[in-house]
């Protein structure tokens, strides 16, 4: 292609195509030529509507490759899509300016050097890595970057721009996976039940085969079927439909991950339906690889999806109705049918076979393809068949003919990855010599010719069959089961020996690795007669399609060599994704929830400038960006010397009710808890199996049996669920409760504080001697009823106050009201950041790492010294007894003139890396910096110096002091 093609293409066929838009022509390039297509098309619908056969080249030889499904299955299709790699043609859309080009060649594409490795196979047999480089390790330092030049894809480019991705949750009570007849009928009788369905489809439309295969002369079994159950799902309100979509992996509990687009879904769903068909398999005989050889049901798609011609004279091999019907949709475009050759010794007489006779085409029973020809290795030219004498045996030639298409339509297998990775079992039936679903585990349900059934009527009889079932495992309330044929599984659908060896070899069963029939053969013989020991020995089922069309076939010669009964053995492993990903997927921006305060907007009012925490909206401080840092400092100096306000109804809550209460705080946390006074509360720290430290609060006991426990904001979650999962263990008596968004919560902090409060809240004494530090009361505040936490996080006299999450606009309301007198001012988290900081109280997961310990942070007052068990106690145990590598400690920097280090600056000692600063700021209390970093365990004595290199690699000297900072006597906050 060296000048640009005309409008319309060659191979354009008038009045079809049902996925393009023929009114909207675009132009792309291909290896430097402008190709016009549609909208709709996609690379390689387009390529071949202009006379563009060759679309790659093969991984390991460089063969030129062409369409072989049209569905995207197989590695046939791999181009190069600007800066994007391994992009599959058959299935990325076209786009006006599209720059593609060929992959993995040499020189040019039409001419590819690399073709010489084909030349010298011989010296390259299966295994050839591991014989070669075994005992030869030191070799393989030289061949290494020759042999991935040699068998290389797509080029990478690291200074690609990153696109936009993002990610969606979804939540359906049943999921089908799969929009042809099948999964039209499951969803369409899920839906009568009245829950929420979700249908997913790969294609442009809803419809499968429907779209584009024949089962009647005439095509109108396709296009009823197909209008009756668009209607019906059309119609029902609670189905949605999602088409080019992707299911890439059935995980557990009914997690789907679908792609659509540059979003990536995260699907939950009571009960699915794997509705995803069979995957038409090619046939194995010498050069089946070549241009021009596809499936038969990549033809019909050509013909019906993009309105292109597949060829002008075909040869049609067969094992079943199909490709009798590929015959007739041939005929129906003005294509010639040479032949059509049935493997079958005897193909039964069916209205299709019927009506390819009566068109005078010959049939060839009882016959294989032996051979292709082609012209230069470019495409197909012709055939020789020959009888099949034995199973994979054929006699000499009887017929050839001239041909620049082969269509193969010889058996399938069903597409059963989802099921596999899902966990069902499948089981090998001499009968229908196909696999079929034998052990499908609960909630998950197979239909249509993913299990075996290919009958259009019983496709979509075992559909809504399948649609029920799904529908009752949700818990929706159904009517009777819908009536479905005893026997569904078609008999006459798959040849069970579609493979034919040459004396000259060249027969390819695994396209993506350019794996030959010999190879299989050799690596059985070297002694790898497993087939999953074979995959991994010769690759085969390894490449991109993941043994789509490879796997059966490798089972088969696997099952031959060994004398093995197939129904004994299985296709390899299918692991997720069943189609390729693209990273960006998988790190695209994820929309978490978000979630606001019962006060946020009376923070809106007041200035403040919000910041995420966690999945909460808080406020950071309050004033203008432009004047950050003098907020924060008056806020810091407002709560130190007056009184000041802060939301924290983002800390997380739970109650712990029942007789076991007690024991079971003192299992979960390192201190003690079966003592704790009623009306008292005590410091909590949790720490995991491991003995690292995952989450701190405050354990509040308003009774014997009832304990408030306070968590951080971001690990509230994950105690809970610890929570839980223990006591699934212990059986205590105990009921825990996440009440987070139950409440909303204040701390109003400061040295004026109880006099505010008092004025609100009369029921409680609130005076020093009656409610005490560390006291905890129930009582109303301004009328509402709350409880009252005497903690001390700033380090100021202060009292947290929890109400109804519906009561705490008001709470605010109430105190700022009455705190007006005495200029009390609301504070936000970077405030509360500097005030904890100069009282050296560490932040859960700011401070501590995924490996932090109790010795570490220096926290061996939180642990009980004569409790029995904790969780993580007989690590914290054995902890003790090694050499500490670390230490958190409390440092500052006498030279004023000193810039402030940041959060992850690097403490260095003798060159070597051996901490990280984790909080530093410029106190305002203080008037100098102070901060918490891990030092070498040598250097954590106070007054010992440290060393930290700050921005622009500058090392700055730093002077370990003792905890805290400010007010080492606690006098302020026990006032």
Not at 71 to 92: H, S, W
Not at 146 to 169: E, F, N, S, T
Not at 699 to 716: L, N, P, Q
Not at 897 to 910: A, D, G, K, N
Request: aromatic fraction near 10%; proline fraction near 5%.
């Amino acid at each position: 292609m060296n000048a640009p093609v005309s409008y319309g293409g060659m191979n354009r066929l008038p009045n079809r195509g049902q996925f393009i838009d023929r009114s909207k022509p675009v132009t792309f390039s291909f290896e430097g030529a402008f190709v016009e297509g549609y909208e709709g098309d996609t690379i390689a619908s387009a390529l071949a509507a202009n006379g563009q056969w060759i679309v790659s080249r093969s991984f390991k030889y460089h063969r030129p490759r062409g369409v072989l499904t049209m569905v995207g299955q197989d590695a046939n299709t791999l181009v190069q899509v600007a800066e994007e790699p391994n992009c599959l043609a058959d299935k990325r859309k076209i786009a006006p300016g599209l720059v593609v080009e060929g992959q993995n060649y040499f020189g040019s594409f039409e001419s590819d050097s690399g073709r010489f490795v084909e030349w010298v196979s011989k010296f390259l047999p299966v295994g050839f890595y591991y014989k070669t480089f075994h005992e030869k390790r030191a070799s393989w330092k030289f061949w290494e970057p020759i042999v991935r030049k040699m068998a290389g894809l797509g080029k990478i480019d690291p200074h690609a721009h990153h696109g936009y991705y993002d990610k969606q949750y979804l939540f359906a009570d049943v999921a089908v996976i799969g929009g042809g007849p099948a999964g039209m009928a499951a969803a369409i009788e899920a839906a009568k039940a009245g829950g929420e369905v979700i249908l997913i489809d790969e294609n442009p439309k809803l419809g499968g085969c429907l779209n584009y295969a024949r089962f009647d002369e005439s095509g109108e079994a396709a296009c009823k079927a197909e209008g009756d159950l668009l209607n019906a799902v059309q119609a029902a309100s609670n189905i949605r439909v999602m088409t080019d979509a992707v299911v890439s992996g059935l995980f557990a509990d009914n997690w789907i991950p679908v792609i659509r687009g540059n979003r990536f879904y995260k699907l939950r769903a009571k009960a699915v339906v794997v509705a995803t068909g069979s995957i038409e398999q090619p046939a194995v005989f010498r050069n089946n690889d070549l241009p021009g050889i596809m499936l038969g049901s990549a033809a019909q798609r050509l013909i019906h999806f993009y309105g292109v011609r597949p060829g002008k004279k075909a040869v049609i091999l067969t094992a079943n109705d199909d490709g009798y019907a590929q015959a007739i949709d041939l005929l129906k475009i003005g294509a010639e049918v040479a032949a059509v050759v049935d493997l079958r010794e005897v193909p039964p007489v069916t209205p299709l076979s019927f009506a390819v006779r009566k068109a005078s085409i010959p049939v060839l029973a009882g016959h294989a393809i032996q051979e292709a020809y082609h012209h230069n290795k470019e495409h197909v030219v012709g055939v020789a068949v020959a009888p099949i004498v034995a199973e994979g045996q054929l006699g000499d030639p009887t017929a050839s003919y001239d041909c620049d298409l082969v269509c193969m339509s010889v058996g399938y297998s069903p597409a059963a990855h989802l099921l596999l990775q899902a966990g069902a079992k499948f089981a090998y039936s001499t009968e229908t010599a196909m696999f079929h679903p034998a052990q499908i585990p609960a909630g998950l349900y197979a239909a249509g010719s993913v299990g075996g059934v290919f009958d259009l009527d019983r496709v979509r009889a075992d559909g809504a069959r399948a649609g029920w079932a799904a529908a009752k495992q949700a818990g929706l309330s159904v009517g009777a089961e819908p009536v479905t044929p005893g026997d569904t599984q078609d008999r006459n659908q798959t040849h069970p020996w579609p493979i034919f060896p040459h004396a000259k070899g060249g027969e390819f069963v695994d396209f993506d690795e350019d794996l030959k029939y010999a190879d299989l053969i050799n690596g059985i013989a070297d002694g790898f007669d497993n087939v999953e020991l074979l995959k991994r020995y010769s690759t085969v089922g390894m490449g991109p399609s993941q043994g789509k069309h490879s796997a059966v076939a490798a089972v088969r010669i696997v099952a031959r060599e060994t004398g093995r009964d197939l129904a004994t053995l299985t296709v390899t492993t299918q692991r997720p994704p069943y189609t390729p990903e693209k990273f960006g997927h998988l790190a695209g921006r994820i929309f978490d929830p978000e979630r606001r305060t019962a006060m946020h907007h009376r923070h809106l009012e007041l200035g403040a400038q919000m910041m995420p925490a966690g999945i909460w909206w808080r406020p950071a401080y309050y004033g203008p960006k432009a004047e950050r840092e003098k907020a924060i400092r008056e806020e810091v100096l407002a709560v130190r010397n007056n009184v000041g306000l802060i939301d924290v109804s983002t800390l997380g809550g739970l109650d712990v009710r029942g007789p076991d209460a007690a024991e079971f705080l003192n299992r979960m946390y390192t201190f003690t808890y079966a003592k704790l006074a009623i009306g008292k509360s005590r410091y909590v720290l949790m720490t995991d199996q491991a003995g690292v430290i995952t989450d701190d609060g405050v354990a509040c006991r308003f009774s014997e049996e009832h304990f408030y426990v306070t968590a951080t904001t971001s690990g509230v979650d994950a105690v809970y669920r610890s929570m839980l999962q223990w006591n699934a263990q212990w059986r205590l008596d105990v009921d825990v409760a996440n009440v987070t968004a139950a409440y909303a919560g204040v701390n109003i902090a400061g040295p004026k504080s109880r006099a505010v409060l008092q004025k609100v809240c009369t029921d409680i004494d609130l005076s020093s001697e009656a409610f005490p530090y560390l006291g905890v009361r129930m009582g109303t505040v301004a009328g509402i009823p709350a409880r009252l936490l005497r903690v001390g996080f700033v380090g100021e006299l202060g009292y947290e106050i929890h109400v109804p999450y519906g009561f705490g606009e008001a709470l605010w309301d109430a105190l700022m009201e009455a705190g007006a007198g005495d200029n009390i001012r609301p504070f936000g988290v970077e405030a509360q950041r500097v005030l904890r900081l100069e009282k050296g109280h560490i932040i859960v997961s700011q401070d501590t790492d995924g490996l932090t310990n109790v010795w570490e942070a220096d926290m061996p007052w939180a642990l009980a010294k004569t409790k029995p068990f904790f969780v993580g106690g007989r690590s914290t145990q054995i902890m003790a007894k090694m050499p500490l590598i670390r230490k958190l400690v409390g440092f500052t920097l006498d030279d004023p003139s000193l810039p402030c280090p940041e959060e992850c600056h690097l403490v260095i000692r003798q060159g070597e890396i051996v901490g990280r600063v984790t909080s530093a700021v410029r106190s305002p209390n203080l008037g100098k910096v102070v901060g918490l970093a891990y030092v070498h365990p040598d250097d954590a004595e106070p007054d010992a110096k440290i060393a930290i290199k700050v921005d622009g690699g500058r090392m700055i000297e730093a002077r370990v002091v003792a905890l805290p900072f400010y007010d080492s006597a606690a006098k302020r906050q026990e006032m």
